[in-house]
Nanobody, 123 residues
């Protein structure tokens, strides 16, 4: 059974940093993409970053390029999202997601997702 458990959210001031973690179950299929998408109140889902663990494959939404970094530690079954230079526009619920298709994660319609972790950035 696929399970995704996020942690690391919180409240920071603009310009600050947070690192989100997503622990994936050992049942994760090796060819599935793991990533993050977010949803702010009243807004659509927005894919943030995606990786294919064990490879150099990464993709980012334009709004986070240069500020966010996604990485994977296969030994720990964990995917991280390092978020630097945060702005109030980054405030949202962040979800870890898994899917065999990268576009499904960016569209917020992944086959599996976690419960989410809240990120709040104040100005």
């Amino acid at each position: 059974q696929v399970q995704l458990v996020e942690s690391g959210g919180g409240s920071v001031q603009a310009g600050g940093s947070l690192r989100l973690s997503c622990v994936t179950s050992e049942a994760r299929r090796i060819h599935d993409y793991i990533g993050w998408f977010r949803q702010a109140p009243g807004k659509e889902y927005e894919g943030v970053a995606v990786t294919l663990p064990g490879t150099a494959t990464t993709e980012y939404h334009d709004s986070v390029k240069g500020r966010f970094t996604i990485s994977a530690d296969n030994a720990k079954n964990t995917v991280y999202l390092q978020m630097n230079n945060l702005t109030p526009e980054d405030t949202a619920m962040y979800y870890c997601a898994q899917d065999p298709r990268i576009d499904n994660i960016f569209l917020g319609r992944s086959a599996w997702r976690g419960q989410g972790t809240q990120v709040t950035v104040s100005s």
